[in-house]
Antibody, heavy 122, light 106 residues
């Protein structure tokens, strides 16, 4: 069974750093795009970042560029999100998600979601 | 940047058909997926690539995409289908979500 388990969330002061981790199991991690998505309290889903299978391509939402870094360790089946310069509007549940891109760059969807880890900036 | 627009809410009676729409410029040229999120839970994929159902998703969920509008249809809606639904597309290597539609079944 496919599992994604996030960790590393917590309470952090404005301007501070935080590192989120995601442990993956039940699928071939090294062949999957991975994604971070967040959801502010009472709000909708917001894509944060994507990383290609080998880590050679990374993409970010504009608000995360220059502050967040997505990375992965395929040997450990782990995905990370390093966050710095955190702001109050970064407060959200952060989901680790497995992407599927069966048609190369023409299609991408999220087929598995973790349970999320909560980040509170205050 | 590319945007997807959803109506904030849709109401339907049990057993009736619910239609949830997602609008975007020339959306028919993109593949659309839909996820369901119940309160306190993580999202769950219910439709991908416009009209495909993942394993385990009931047949009452279907999807279509034409012109500027993609539609998630739930035929014979059940009370358990009450949830938030989000459409999602892929545009220039970025994941785009719609704002979400709250489906109320009453």
């Amino acid at each position: 069974e496919v599992h994604l388990v996030e960790s590393g969330g917590g309470l952090v002061q404005p301007g501070g750093p935080l590192r989120l981790s995601c442990e993956a199991s039940g699928f071939t991690f090294s062949t999957s795009w991975m994604t971070w998505v967040r959801q502010a309290p009472g709000k909708g889903l917001e894509w944060v970042a994507n990383i290609k299978q080998d880590g050679s391509e990374k993409y970010y939402v504009d608000s995360a560029k220059d502050r967040f870094t997505i990375s992965r360790d395929n040997a450990k089946n782990a995905l990370y999100l390093e966050m710095s310069g955190l702001r109050a509007d970064d407060t959200a549940v952060y989901y680790c998600a497995k992407g599927a891109a069966p048609r190369g760059y023409y299609s991408y969807y999220i087929d598995v979601w973790g349970r999320g880890t909560t980040v509170t900036v205050s | 940047s590319y945007g997807l627009t959803q109506s904030p809410s849709v109401s339907v009676s049990p057993g009736q058909t619910a239609s949830i729409t997602c609008s975007g410029d020339k959306l028919t040229y993109k593949y659309v997926s839909w996820c369901q999120q119940k309160p306190g839970q993580s999202p769950l994929l219910v439709i991908y690539e416009d009209n495909k159902r993942p394993s385990g998703i009931p047949e009452r969920f279907s999807g279509s995409n034409s012109g500027n509008t993609a539609t998630l249809t739930i035929t014979g809606t059940q009370v358990m289908d009450e949830a938030d639904y989000y459409c999602q597309a892929w545009d220039r290597n970025t994941v785009v979500f719609g704002g979400g539609t709250k489906l109320t079944v009453l």
